[in-house]
């Protein structure tokens, strides 16, 4: 298809959620980075400044009912699968109101009841626990996708390849999403990785390996609703590779030194949420007054979030005991 086809057929309402949410997360990014800088949010933050389009249109193509898991950088996946800036501003400010009541902090964002594992910062041990969801939809008949989001790196990692395997040979509703930056921590792709596309990973076990362009949301979306949509058919499993780069650093005050001015330089004028900007601008599906209304209130609900979790309460010592287990009926 076209890329005016697809922008027709998006049409501009989709467009413009997809323009919202971006810049959701992007604000949220930039708002709590000053925060933990000033030394107001505790613990550590793993941000995803860059890599919105990845997060925006994989969600945005998911059914309500499907399952994400995501990773160490889980800020843009929650956002895009429709947590709110309240309880994830609780959660980093450690407080009861979080997504995981103050217990999990930035590497942990989840809601089940929002269709998002809480994040698993072990790096590649979310895709085995997607196998297992996936394989459960499948024995219940139920036409649901279970969707893992994860770096280059952890294509690495043991768990990746068995969780493929096994994805394959059962035939599972799954999704393996690679959001590949090029750095895992400081270390560049080219230094950890023969080949050059994590994409043909996926023929070693007989599945379909796709890539996308990470910084395009349309060209995201369309990737991802194909491959969620042949899941969901029983097509089996896909690994999704997301070309696309982070501006910020891996972690904390981390200053990104190790990343060539250059090659920031070249990525930035990718910037995904510049592109599409640009192409709603051209499209006359926005003015810049619109894009000004949608920055002041965004900034608007983030004040009011970092309030909400400020005056939230922190958890009681006793508190540290309760959620270790969850009590679940396993169906038989
Ligand atoms: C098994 C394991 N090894 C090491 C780490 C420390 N660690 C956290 S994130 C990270 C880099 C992961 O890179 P990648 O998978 O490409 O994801 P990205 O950070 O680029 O999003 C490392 C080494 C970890 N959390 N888990």
């Known amino acids: 298809m076209k890329y005016s086809d697809k922008i027709k057929e ?10 919202r949410k971006m810049v959701e997360i992007r604000s949220f990014e930039e708002r709590i980075r000053f925060l933990f800088l000033e030394g107001k949010m505790p613990g550590t933050i793993h941000q995803c400044i860059g890599q919105e ?3 925006v249109g994989v969600c945005s193509a998911l059914a309500e009912d499907d399952v994400v898991a995501s990773n160490h950088r889980s800020h843009g996946h929650a956002i895009a699968r429709g947590l709110s800036f309240n309880e994830l501003m609780a ?5 009861t109101t979080g997504c995981c009541k103050g217990k999990g902090g930035s590497m942990h964002f989840g809601n089940l009841e929002k269709g998002m594992l809480t994040g698993i910062a072990i790096v590649g041990g979310n895709l085995p626990i997607v196998v297992g969801m996936g394989l459960s939809f499948k024995l219940r008949k139920q036409k649901r996708v279970a969707l893992s989001f994860f770096g280059e790196g952890a294509s690495n990692e043991g768990s990746f390849h068995e969780s493929l395997n096994m994805a394959a040979v059962y035939n599972v509703p799954s999704v393996f999403v690679c959001e590949n930056n090029l750095y895992g921590a400081s270390t560049n792709i080219g230094k950890m990785l023969k080949i050059k596309n994590i994409a043909d990973r996926a023929q070693s076990y007989g599945i379909e390996g796709m890539i996308a362009d990470g910084m395009d949301v349309i060209d995201v979306y369309f990737n991802a609703k194909k491959v969620i949509d042949k899941a969901r058919k029983g097509g089996g499993p896909t690994l999704l590779e997301l070309k696309t780069f982070r501006f910020c650093g891996h972690s904390r005050r981390d200053p990104c030194n190790y990343i060539p001015k250059e090659e920031k330089e070249l990525w930035a004028k990718k910037d995904p949420i510049g592109s599409l900007k640009k ?5 006359n599906m926005m003015d810049a007054s619109d894009f000004k209304k949608i920055d ?3 900034e608007k609900e983030l004040d009011e979030a970092i309030l909400f979790a400020q005056e939230s309460p922190d958890p009681r010592p006793e508190d540290t005991f309760e959620d270790l287990y969850v009590s679940m009926e396993v169906p038989r």
């Open 10 to 19: 998006l049409g501009k309402e989709k467009l413009l959620t997809f323009y």
């Open 53 to 55: 389009a990845c997060a």
């Open 91 to 95: 959660e980093l400010y450690g407080k």
């Open 279 to 283: 192409t709603l601008l051209k499209e």
């Open 296 to 298: 002041i209130q965004i």
